[in-house]
């Protein structure tokens, strides 16, 4: 059964940093694409980061240039590191893989960024 779990939320003040670590079981690591998303409260959960199985990564506009998505196989780990935070990153980060006709995720970390 896929698992995924993530970890490293918490408060942080703008301007500070945070890295978020997901650890994955019951795929083939490194035949899976990895994503983070996040959610904050009252809008649609949004793409943040990909890295593919060839560590190749796109990021939405919003984080591009503060946000590192990166892959350790060895570790069946995806992180995302979160430099010059905002208030507006706050919210709920999920760490997701597309696997054969369906989306597994995990249960998600809390992001919170006070200014």
């Known amino acids: 059964q896929v698992h995924l779990v993530e970890s490293g939320g918490g408060l942080v003040q703008a301007g500070g940093s945070l890295r978020l670590s997901c650890a994955a079981s019951?795929?083939?690591?490194?035949?899976?694409?990895m994503a983070w998303y996040r959610q904050a409260p009252g809008k649609q959960r949004e793409l943040v980061a990909t890295?593919?199985?060839?560590?190749?990564?796109n990021y939405a506009d919003s984080v591009k240039g503060r946000f590192t998505i990166s892959r350790d196989n060895a570790k069946n780990s995806v992180y995302l590191q979160m430099n010059s935070l905002k208030a507006e990153d706050t919210g709920v980060y999920y760490c997701?893989?597309?696997?054969?006709?369906?989306?597994?995720w995990g249960q998600g970390t809390q992001v919170t960024v006070s200014s």
């Open positions: 890295v593919s199985t060839g560590y190749s990564t």
């Open positions: 997701n893989t597309r696997g054969p006709g369906t989306d597994y």
């Open positions: 019951g795929i083939i690591f490194r035949l899976a694409p």
